[in-house]
């Protein structure tokens, strides 16, 4: 997997992606790894991952870009440093939030904790 995002499509990409997220037009799903979320866009499908190492906590995010048969197009491992780390960064927790219904769990907290003001 590249270190650096080497394609200008796939930081376009990533910032879209984040777009639809917070915008809840693209519905991410969990998959049988907590830690990876994946979303349909197309007839491709899209993966966002976190790994966390357990000797120093450093987070390193994956992306990987499938066709329609589930083939691999792209994949790449952004680490701390890397151009778009707080843009992956910020798509695996956007994703994580779609696919386990974070916007409506913290929209009921509010409503529950509303006479705490």
Do not use: C
């Not at 693209?26 to 197309?42: H, I, P, Q, Y």
């Not at 993966?47 to 048969?69: K, Q």
């Not at 939030?97 to 509010?110: K, P, V």
Request: cysteine-free.
């Amino acid at each position: 997997m590249a270190a650096n995002v080497q394609d200008p499509r796939i930081s376009r990409l990533i910032a879209r992606l984040n777009k639809g997220s917070v915008g809840d037009v693209l519905k991410w799903e969990e998959t049988a790894d907590e830690n990876m979320f994946r979303v349909g866009v197309g007839q491709g499908l899209v993966r966002v991952g976190e790994e966390v190492s357990p000797s120093d906590g450093t987070r390193v995010y994956s992306l990987w870009v499938l066709d329609a048969e589930g083939r691999v197009i792209e994949e790449l491992s952004i680490r701390p440093g890397d151009s778009e780390f707080d843009a992956i960064q910020e798509l695996f927790r956007n994703a994580r939030r779609s696919a386990r219904g974070g916007q409506h769990f913290l929209d009921e907290l509010l409503f529950w904790t509303n006479h705490l003001e």
